[in-house]
């Protein structure tokens, strides 16, 4: 097992600088997740970790030794891809003993190593199929599988799900991180898919053009966003933001969004009076309120799941979404009234994004 340090790193396509100088310390058996929309530079950057991309600027420790210049075979790495990379005319078996064949590794050793593998991710019963008679999810397993008899230093994942249905998703996923607590082997996963990041990190490095945004535990990054970005990136449904001016008087404060409504926030928050800020709120810290307490919106749909009810609901011209656990009938165009909760809210400053 080996930790991986990142520093300094910067990868260049030509007058097209993609990755600016990136520091992240990955421990030893820790599990991370670098996540981001499309374009952001995950993919780019585990490529560059497995040495199928060369580094601009910068370097990158596997174990406590720089491998800028070593060849990918020699990393003691091996990597999961999107699209599982099989060979077709190989069964099971062959596809999983195919590197240590090429080590000319004893035979007693690749059967050993095969039929480790084999027990850890149920394809005892599927060793001498070709992956044409495979599913999708038992394909995965066998690019798992793969990775697992080499009993690398580090797991490297490059969207290894994307492919899969919605069920099978969570299913692997599942199994993808009882297979980490099972190793502990360092692991570096990339997704697009904020909920799989969330669901099997240790911790988080959240990408977007080129640079890291954050990096935390999920709910360190769920609770304490240090942008509007990662706020309205990590979370589902997606947070909700309000634009408006931070308005204070005496030891009250309140954001006064478009047409004079107002947006209670605790009057300890950072900012200042007439700043121009963010009101952010997660759906689920929005309960129903009554009596004129809260604010005032229109009904535009909801959304009964069974296990809640989500709502979505125009407050000063803007669209925001509540998730209820109780079951409600509302209609479009139903005023209602939303309570943020004061302890829950987060604050923005307009022009920067960054957290107040």
Known sequence: MASVDIRGVEKQFGATKVIHGIDVSIADEEFVVLVG???????????????????????????????????????????????YALYPHMTVRENMAFSLKLRKAAKSFIDERVNRAADILGLQPYLDRYPRQ??????????????????????????????????????????????????????????????EA?????????????????????????????????????????MNFVSGTLRRSGGDAHVEAAGGVKLPVPGSIGGADGQGVVFGVRPEHLDLASDGAGVSAKVIVVEPTGADTQVFADVAGTQISAVFSERHAFKPDQMIR?????????????ASGRHL
């Open 134 to 195: 495979l599913s999708g999810g038992q394909r995965q397993r066998v690019a798992m599988g793969r990775a697992i008899v080499r009993d690398p230093q580090v797991f490297l994942f490059d969207e290894p799900l994307s492919n899969l249905d919605a069920k099978l998703r969570v299913q692997m996923r599942t199994e993808i991180k009882a297979l980490h607590q099972r190793l502990r082997t360092t692991s570096v996963y990339v997704t697009h898919d904020q909920v």
């Open 37 to 83: 929309p499309s374009g952001c530079g995950k993919s780019t950057l585990l490529r560059m970790i497995a040495g199928l991309e060369e580094i601009t600027a910068g370097e990158i420790s596997i174990g406590g030794k720089v491998v800028n210049n070593v060849a990918p075979k020699d990393r003691d790495i091996a990597m999961v891809f999107q699209n």
């Open 338 to 350: 939303f309570q943020p909760r004061p302890d829950s809210v987060h604050l923005f400053d307009a």
């Open 198 to 238: 969330m669901t099997m990190a240790d911790r988080i490095v959240v990408m977007h053009d080129g640079i890291v945004e954050q990096v935390g535990t999920p709910l360190d990054l769920y609770d304490h966003p240090v942008n509007t970005f990662v706020a309205g990136f990590i979370g589902s449904p997606a």
